[in-house]
């Protein structure tokens, strides 16, 4: 069922709460966990499709039984659960090739705060999710989660290592709560895959690491613009840089004050786009020995000090 086993650890059989392992939250269904009364739901607009979105389900009782919305006739499916009691747990799966189109994206919501954690893949495989790992449709989770009232995504796994066009854009955009992002493990990237992904989330502390060494163009535009918690950004190990990759990145981060980027060759059309614009007054930069970056909103940070590895 994918649900979490409590094993033999000593401090589990005492009761003491631990956090689930990534490969435990692998295996549990996309989790909506209520921090507050109110409702949960999704919308799925009618142009999606049949062609895209099969069936939704969702389970109140810890997926022992699944109540299911079939789009048969290419409608709108409105999923509202009401009555969302504090700490009640609604798990989540589907049939579906994706959840967005260029015009239009499905959306979850909820009326007050939520955490969610477990395997998005279970919104598109059903219960056969666990050993995916690649996203193949375009636009496939863009604008998801946006404006939803999240706390903690830390616990969602996005297990796709390959992804396509625009999968995750703007995924977590205006989540104005949201303190913790989850893990991005992705390896090979797409046009446009993380554009805007945290853009506009306020209490995010701490940005993912951002594994990557091989960029595609847009890939990174807008993706923490205006976060004004964040005071240290990911290391950015990928040696070489491509269109508009880091475009207004962490433009408006007013906090930010620490960045590792450790590119060698800059090419392309405007990799650095006002990506530092309005960002801390001072600062440390680290970057590759050796490597010419202008200084100013699309390269350092003025008055920031410079270090070389």
Not at 3 to 8: A, P, T
Not at 76 to 89: F, L, S
Not at 215 to 244: D, G, I, R
């Amino acid at each position: 069922m994918g649900l979490l086993v409590v094993n033999s650890d000593p401090e589990r059989l005492w009761g003491k709460p631990l956090e689930p392992t990534r490969e435990e939250l692998t295996q549990m269904y996309l989790t909506f966990e209520a921090l507050e009364d109110g409702s949960i739901g999704v919308n799925i607009p009618s142009d999606v499709g049949t062609s895209l979105v099969t069936s939704v389900s969702y389970s109140i009782d810890e997926g022992e039984t699944w109540t299911t919305t079939n789009n048969v006739n290419s409608t709108e499916i409105n999923i509202v659960v009401d009555n969302v009691k504090k700490g009640d747990k609604i798990l989540w799966k589907g049939s579906a090739t994706r959840y967005s189109t260029p015009s239009s994206s499905s959306q979850f919501m909820s009326s007050e705060h939520v955490n969610i954690y477990g395997n998005i893949m279970s919104l598109l495989y059903g219960d056969d999710f666990i050993d995916y790992d690649e996203l193949s449709s375009t636009y496939t989770f863009m604008n998801l989660f946006k404006e939803l009232n999240v706390v903690n995504a830390k616990g969602l796994i996005l297990s796709a290592t390959t992804l396509s066009q625009k999968c995750y854009d703007n995924m977590f955009s205006d989540c104005t709560s949201l303190t913790t992002a989850p893990e991005l493990p992705a390896t090979t990237l797409a046009d446009y895959c993380y554009g805007g992904m945290f853009s506009d989330c306020p209490s995010l502390t701490t940005a993912p690491e951002l594994p990557a060494t091989t960029l595609a163009p847009w890939c990174y535009q807008y993706m923490f613009l205006n976060c004004t918690s964040l005071t240290t950004a990911p290391e950015l190990p990928a040696t070489t840089l491509t269109n508009w990759c880091y475009f207004y990145m962490f433009n408006g981060c007013s906090k930010l004050n620490n960045v590792t980027m450790l590119a060698i060759s800059i090419t392309g059309n405007n990799p650095l786009g006002n990506w530092t614009k309005n960002v801390s007054p001072t600062g440390t930069f680290v970057k590759a020995a050796g490597v010419e970056i202008p200084s100013g909103t699309s390269g350092i940070p003025s008055g920031w000090t410079v270090e070389e590895v």
